[in-house]
Every structure is written in C-alpha cells, then in structure tokens.
C-alpha cells in the first residue's frame, strides 16, 4: 500500500502540468487494474477542496466531481470516505464551507445539536444551533 499526497490528486485533477498528470494518471491505472493499492486521509482530501477552491476558483460543484472521482477509484483507501461524500453533498447543496459541512455531519452523528460560531453557513444546516458566545 502506498500513501498519495495532496499534490497527486491535484496535477491528476487540473492536468496543469501534463507530464506530471499523466503520470500520476498511470498511479490511478494501476489502481485500477489492481497492481497497486493507495491509501490518503481526510485531511488531504481537505486539502485538494481548498486547492481546488482557492487557487484554481472552481466552483463548488465541479470541486464534488472531482473529489467523488477520485474517491471512487478502486484500490484507493480513505479512512472517512462516506462522511466525505455526504460532507461534498452538504458543502455544495447548502452553499457551505467544506470543512464546515464536514463538522456538521460529525456533530449529527454524535447528537450534538448546537454549535458555538461566529460562522453564519452553519445557519443554513437544519438540525443544527448556531450559538453567538
């Protein structure tokens, strides 16, 4: 099993570099094929939302494809991959910061109701209380 780095995803993603998306293409492949399993982690697909976000101005709904594609490429391991698929859904239906949907799914599946910020998106959430201390 081998570890992908943010920056993988990304040349793979925009193909802003074309040699280096096409090898990055190949790690993808041979997942694929099932001569190479891969494994990344929450934070790092975190990261390419904001990447993708910031630097390259996708909008949020292009940023969802991108990331549900990689996340479903067989042979590749993440430990949270339901909670960030839905969390995609959540960021791109209610408008939100992805990592703001992120902690509001983690709060619903703990029971937590109420949430003590200054950031008006959680707002948008139902089944959540925005608290102003």
């Not at 590749?76 to 339901?82: R, Y």
């Amino acid at each position: 099993m081998k570890f992908l780095d943010t920056n993988i995803f990304i040349r793979f993603l925009t193909d802003d570099v074309p040699e280096k998306a096409d090898a990055c293409e190949d790690i993808f492949k041979k997942a694929v094929a099932k001569q190479e399993t891969l494994f990344t982690t929450d934070l790092v697909i975190a990261e390419i939302v904001w990447v993708l976000e910031s630097f390259y101005e996708l909008p949020k709904n292009e940023v969802q494809d991108k990331v549900e594609k990689i996340l479903n490429t067989p042979n590749l391991t993440c430990p949270h991959k339901d909670l960030i698929l839905s969390a995609l859904i959540l960021y791109n239906e209610k408008n939100i910061d992805y990592i703001d949907a992120y902690n509001a799914l983690i709060l619903k599946e703990n029971g937590i109701e109420e949430v003590y910020s200054y950031d008006k998106h959680y707002d948008r959430i139902n089944w959540l209380t925005r608290l102003e201390p």
